[in-house]
């Protein structure tokens, strides 16, 4: 049962153009999102996160939103560079919860053409 | 302010055998997890350690066991390998309750 869905598996963007990457979750005790982008034989790097009190947060040219009704998030690239082409990971995590475990999506691999 | 780091970088070991993975958190973190990611998946929580003591635990049969050392340094161990348990195995440190956990580059283990 796959508590956090990243249904997308790649996705590909022209530089300069805005990427979004989506991600659905079922379990409504989740109550802290993250981004992570992860590029080969390197770990996980955090992008941006947002608590489920809020439904946008800015970084940069980054964006989250997050839609609780429809326990969906999505994040934002704008504009995309080439150096943005790596898998990107939703992660959720439930704040009061005994510990500070991470549940993760699969991942979507963002491709950005120059 | 050094990062989290993990050795070895790679590991190639056999059906049947013992490993042992070694994590260092990221200054002044005090609570590490450990994470296995399959090929096309994401990574899965193993278990979690704070004040020495397992803090949590995936879905994880016993034979994955682990360690934390006073300065907050860690080692996974997993018993009777399985050609399943081949995966990139992560590790993340943070401040405990601490929104963001931080991690390692991981180690790619090779069961054969």
């Known amino acids: 049962d796959q508590q956090v869905k990243q249904n997308s598996p790649s996705l590909s963007v022209q530089e300069g153009r805005i990427s979004i990457l989506n991600c659905d979750y079922t379990?409504?005790?989740?109550?802290?999102f993250l981004w992570y982008k992860k590029y080969p034989a390197e770990g996980p790097t955090f992008l941006i996160s947002?608590?489920?009190?809020?439904d946008k947060n800015e970084d940069g040219r980054f964006t989250v939103f997050l839609n609780k009704s429809a326990k969906h998030l999505s994040l934002h690239i704008v504009p995309s560079q080439p150096g943005d082409s790596a898998v990107y990971f939703c992660?959720?995590?439930?704040?009061?919860?005994?510990?500070?475990?991470?549940?993760f999506g699969k991942g979507i691999t963002l491709s950005v053409r120059p | 302010e050094t990062g989290v780091t993990q050795s070895p970088t790679h590991l190639i070991k056999t059906r049947g055998q013992q490993v042992t993975l070694r994590c260092s958190s990221q200054?002044?973190?005090?609570?590490v997890s450990w994470y296995q990611q399959a090929l096309g998946q994401g990574p899965q929580f193993i278990f979690q350690?704070?004040?020495?003591?397992?803090?949590g635990r995936g879905n994880f049969p016993p034979r994955f066991s682990g360690l934390q050392f006073p300065n907050y340094s860690s080692e996974l161990n997993v018993n009777a390998l399985e050609l399943d348990d081949s995966a990139l195995y992560l590790c993340?440190?943070?401040?405990?309750?601490?929104?963001?956990?931080?991690f390692g580059p991981g180690t790619r283990l090779l069961v054969l």
């Open positions: 993340a440190s943070s401040l405990v309750q601490q929104e963001t956990q931080y």
């Open positions: 379990n409504s005790m989740f109550d802290y």
């Open positions: 947002i608590s489920s009190i809020k």
């Open positions: 992660a959720a995590k439930w704040l009061t919860g005994a510990n500070s475990k991470l549940t």
């Open positions: 200054s002044g973190h005090n609570t």
């Open positions: 350690y704070y004040r020495e003591e397992e803090n």
